[in-house]
């Protein structure tokens, strides 16, 4: 009698059934397990409490939508084989399983010059010496090495299903409502052709909803003022501590953590040094914070002064604007800090950020969506659109941000952004 297939009780989506019993043999590798420590949002629970969901609740959001859109497009007559179902499956199961703690905080310290996708892709492929080549289409499909390219789109495009769970996903858990989106309806409205993905004329107006909704949501969310400040913090914390190992201070931490702050861990090493790999997926936000707890009582005044502010939410002010702050404003600032915390410039220098940020909701440049017409035409979702503009979504907007304490006096020549 064959198995019956596992559910299991989604908040945002309801009962999500596992079709496949592979699916929880790979789910339930302690590698994969480790999303569930790893937070899907990083620092923004800061600012909206209930933001606490992590990557395994995406990943497996992610998988319900896969196999939502799958059989959908078999319905459509579209021969998708069960070796390739399960195959787009595992890839979008394991998509972000290269992410680490505070994953932008991470790449811009710890780890350069590698990005999580490298990274997915690396333990993707030791999972699959694992389990005896069960991954090999799964990785194909990942690196777009498939004959079939619309199964890499649904992993990974302007329109896959990583972006349509985090964006319904995001929004349920931060109260959000502008990042709700017709998941459903977009799904049904998937089709293929010559190879890839489009969405069918009459799914247009749900596009539109997706694409705006996007834009809103790094704006609200993940771009959100606060949030930006947070994870700038850590960055801080984080490079002041290696900064410290590094010329031989007692710095106390995990042991998952310790060689990320003892070595520079590149690109290379994680491709030829099986055990940072290995390391690297010992590491997840309790280390993190952990460390960042006991760095509170540092002897170091940067280390224990940024570690208690960010323990307490004693976040810094941050101003925002489209012009880049001048060197000017930023030496200002620094000596600010030097004044009101009697520390050297250099180490005044930790407490003022400034860096620029950019907000692109959709690409018109290359794989865009395509809109399938009932003539078998095919136009671009941007010039698609008959009710709204969506070209100038297409431009990226930049802002530039300077952070610093919030005890410092007024900038005089602050201006609102």
Known sequence: MAARPKLLNDPVYGFVQLRHADFTD????????????????????????GAVHNRFHHAVGALHLMQEALDSLREKGIVITEEEYRGACFAILLHDVGHGPFSHALEHTLVRGVHHEEISTLIMTRLNEEFNGKL??????????????????????QLDMDRMDYLRRDSFFT???????????IIRMLNVHEGRLVVEEKGIYSIEKFIISRRLMYWQVYLH??????????MGILERARDLVHEGHDVWTTPAIRPFLEQDLDRARFMADPEVLAAFCALDDNDVMCCIKAWQSHPDAVLSDLSQRMTDRRLFKIELRDAPFNQDDIAER???????MALSTEDAACFVLHDRIDNRAYSTASNGIGMLFKDGTIRDAASASDHLNLSTLSVPVERHFLAYPKELPPRPTAVKG
């Open 26 to 49: 790979i789910m339930d590798h302690p590698w994969v397990q480790r999303l569930r420590r790893i937070s899907q949002l990083g620092m923004s629970h800061l600012v909206y409490p």
């Open 136 to 157: 090999d289409t799964a990785i194909e499909i990942f690196n777009d090495h498939h004959p079939k390219g619309f199964l890499h789109d649904l992993v990974s495009s």
């Open 175 to 185: 109260g959000v409502n502008e990042g709700q989106i017709s998941s459903e309806r």
């Open 225 to 234: 003022k606060t949030v930006l400040a947070a994870e700038w913090m850590m």
């Open 334 to 340: 620094i000596a600010s800090v030097e004044q009101m």
